[in-house]
């Protein structure tokens, strides 16, 4: 089975230096039509989105209270 590809282009504002490019300085995530983001485990939430955040973690059992985007049974 052929995996379909996708290349996606960054641009930054004020520029970066190669070396200073590290996995851990991003904060990569998927933004959902109605506003809804999806970031990886322990990287935080938007300040447009962290309100809305912390409502669907104070409702929400199964989600970690204290690591973002990260569930009780070790789900992202």
């Keep these: 089975?052929?995996?379909?590809?996708?290349?996606?282009?960054?641009?930054?504002?004020?520029?970066?230096?190669?070396?200073?490019?590290?996995?851990?300085?991003?904060?990569?995530f998927l933004c959902k039509d109605d506003g809804t983001e999806?970031?990886?485990k322990g990287y935080k939430p938007t300040a447009a989105f962290e309100e809305r955040y912390?409502?669907?973690?104070?409702?929400?059992e199964h989600l970690h209270k204290t690591i973002p985007y990260y569930t009780m049974n070790n789900f992202v």
């Design 54 to 60: 912390n409502e669907i973690v104070e409702t929400n």
């Design 38 to 40: 999806i970031h990886l």
């Design 1 to 28: 089975m052929e995996q379909e590809q996708l290349n996606i282009i960054i641009y930054l504002q004020d520029g970066i230096k190669v070396k200073d490019l590290k996995h851990s300085a991003f904060n990569f």
